[in-house]
């Protein structure tokens, strides 16, 4: 019998679909996730599992594949792999997977959720009422600009981005920028565009300096890590609001911290940051113009009950048909 270990509780499709298909499961409970590769418990359970559901938090490298000695499958519950040391499971020949394409919606609502949440300080406004702070309507209070006929730049024009450009463009009447990346090999769905979209394509300097949004969806990668480093920073004008539902690390954390306090008006939103969870008294969290949610992007029922579906089909096909149904090495867009 082929043992799966799942890394922590995801919706229970994934197991019941794979016990009905003859295979063992092991979820770890809360207290121990497929990071500690340290504790005896793990190492144990690693020894003999034929394949594993990963985390975007658990890091499955060389150190890892040392405890993994019948491993066949790496089912990531996410579309990101950015954990997944893709070359080490090559070399092992173990096959990985990931759950393109059934996320897109979820976080491209949430992207949106981010963007009213930053620009219109709904967080904020919100809990002024919960601290008893509200004394009644304020004509002056919490004013924010609109999003409506804005110009939004969408850096990773994915399956996520370009579904995020159609609300932004047919719900706001939102002019969409974007610029070409050179690590984005898949021009395909850039290619496949809605034309009405009208997505104008800008050089680097003519597309930040010229932005009501910048908004972050791109995967992590070597090309993409700290794009938005310092000097990207001081090339968006002011009033500029950044909102990254990507990685963390596609961002220069101290570089942002910097800008937010040395930049009236200029506000970041984020579902992701570096780490994960950011230690409660880190700096950002003072910032009155830093917004942060706990990476919910995918977090809507359907697209986590899809992913877990997913997650398991992938290890079913892998093992029983040597492949799985979406793996990441060719598709390399979020
Ligand atoms: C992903 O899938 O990469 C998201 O960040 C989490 O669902």
Redesign the pocket.
């Known amino acids: 019998m082929h043992k799966v270990l799942i890394s922590k509780e995801i919706p229970a499709i994934a197991e019941n679909l794979l016990k009905s298909e003859g295979f063992e499961v092991v979820t770890l409970n809360s207290d121990v996730s497929l990071s500690l590769v340290n504790n005896s418990y793990l190492k144990k359970e690693l020894a003999n599992t034929d394949a594993i559901i990963s985390l975007?938090s658990d890091q499955i490298d060389q150190e890892f594949l040392k405890h993994t000695p019948k491993l066949k499958v790496v089912s990531?519950?996410?579309?990101?792999?950015n954990n997944l040391d893709l070359q080490s499971l090559k070399a092992k020949n173990i096959l990985v997977g990931?759950?393109p394409g059934v996320?897109t919606e979820a976080?491209a609502e949430l992207t949106l959720g981010l963007l009213l949440m930053t620009s219109r300080s709904l967080y904020r406004a919100s809990h002024d009422v919960y601290l008893g702070r509200w004394k009644g309507f304020e004509p002056m209070g919490h004013l924010g600009p609109s999003l409506f006929g804005k110009t939004f730049g969408i850096f990773g024009l994915g399956r996520i981005g370009i579904r995020l450009a159609e609300i932004l463009k047919f719900g706001f009447d939102g002019k969409i920028t974007t610029i070409k990346r050179n690590d984005q090999k898949d021009q395909s769905l850039l290619s496949s565009v809605n034309p009405k979209l009208e997505i104008v394509i800008k050089s680097e300097e003519d597309f930040l300096a010229n932005l009501d949004f910048l908004i972050l969806t791109a995967?992590l990668n070597e090309e993409t890590k700290h794009w938005l480093n310092k000097e990207r920073l001081k090339k968006l004008s002011k009033h500029t609001i950044v909102i990254n539902?990507?990685?963390g690390e596609l961002v220069d954390q101290d570089a942002l911290l910097e800008a937010l306090l040395n930049k009236d008006r200029f506000a970041y939103g984020t579902?992701?940051t570096t780490p994960e969870p950011l230690d409660p008294n880190h700096p950002l969290l003072k910032l009155p113009n830093f917004n942060v949610l706990p990476?919910i992007?995918?977090?809507s029922i359907e697209?986590?009950t899809k992913?877990a579906e997913i997650c398991a089909r992938n290890i079913i096909s892998g093992i029983k048909n040597q492949k799985v149904i979406h793996s990441p090495i060719k598709e390399q867009e979020?």
Do not use: C, I, K
């Open positions: 975007l990531n519950f996410a579309v990101g792999v990931h759950t996320l976080t995967p539902t990507g990685r579902d992701v990476h992007g995918s977090a697209a986590r992913m979020l």
